[in-house]
């Protein structure tokens, strides 16, 4: 598949998991990285102990030793909430400050409601006008906001629409494989005609149609084509990071993170090969 796949896994994966043990898991397995989407009780990146002013120089040369980086912070910030406006510029503005003392490039942003299947409607106009604020904002401080297909963003050819809207180097696209295909029945070069050049890190996730629902599973225990996803993003050059996000927060009757984390770093190592 040409370049090398770096791969990293969200800690979503491991809720009851300390920084040390995420961190250890993480070089031992031979992944690149590690998306930090809460550790332990702490939900919100900026207010984990080792992500505090005074500790962040420690951190840093934690992961170096270890070779790891954090490709993205996934905030649970959704900029289409008028009711909750202030809180959430609060919230990304601390997200901001966080990735920039950490030379994290990527900020994970929801433009919609934190489940992930669509659910309602959502005023387009106002999460255009809060990613530009809060994109200029971000584009000082050498952070780029990421949108993910996810709600009714998965639709991507409107998530497309909305960031050609925006119109800003600073505000892109996180590619959850599973969302449009599961969702809107999109093919991932669907998806990838319509977001390919937007598109700076992304999510792997695999599930099993049950009736009008699904079920989560492992990578490459389910229907999704996330291979075909990857061969796809591989083949077109793409150099951002594969992350895998486990649910195992949201479902604790999920596969042990262990488990998981191990089998998709040895099946994309196995992709890469190919």
């Known amino acids: 598949m040409g370049n090398a796949l770096r791969v990293s896994f969200s800690t979503l994966g491991c809720p009851r998991w300390s920084w040390q043990d995420i961190c250890a898991t993480a070089r031992d397995l031979g992944y690149d990285g590690v998306e930090v989407r809460g550790v332990g009780s702490d939900l919100s990146a900026p207010s984990i102990p080792q992500f505090s002013q005074d500790q962040i120089p420690a951190t840093l040369k934690g992961l170096e030793r270890m070779r790891l980086t954090i490709p993205c912070l996934a905030s649970e910030c959704c900029l289409h909430l008028r009711e909750t406006a202030e809180r959430t510029a609060r919230a990304v503005d601390a997200y901001i400050e966080l990735a920039s003392a950490l030379g994290v490039p990527y900020i994970r942003v929801m433009g919609a409601s934190a489940v992930p299947q669509p659910m309602g409607g959502v005023d387009a106009g106002f999460v255009?006008?809060?990613?530009?604020?809060?994109?200029?904002?971000a584009q000082k401080r050498g952070v780029t906001l990421l949108i993910e297909t996810h709600g009714v963003w998965a639709n991507s050819e409107k998530l497309a629409k909305l960031l050609d809207d925006i119109d800003s180097d600073a505000v892109q696209a996180l590619w959850d494989i599973h969302h449009p295909y599961r969702f809107y029945g999109e093919r991932p070069r669907v998806t990838y005609e319509n977001l390919g050049k937007r598109i700076r890190h992304t999510h792997l996730?695999?599930?099993?149609?049950?009736?009008?629902r699904f079920r989560y599973a492992m990578p490459g225990f389910g229907d999704v084509p996330f291979e075909e996803a990857v061969g796809l993003l591989a083949d077109q050059g793409y150099e951002g990071f594969y992350s895998l996000e486990w649910v195992k927060r949201w479902d604790l009757t999920l596969e042990e993170p262990g488990i998981v984390f191990a089998h998709t770093i040895n099946l994309m190592r196995s992709l890469q090969e190919r």
């Open 128 to 137: 255009r006008e809060q990613a530009q604020k809060f994109g200029e904002i």
């Open 205 to 212: 996730k695999d599930s099993v149609a049950e009736g009008d």
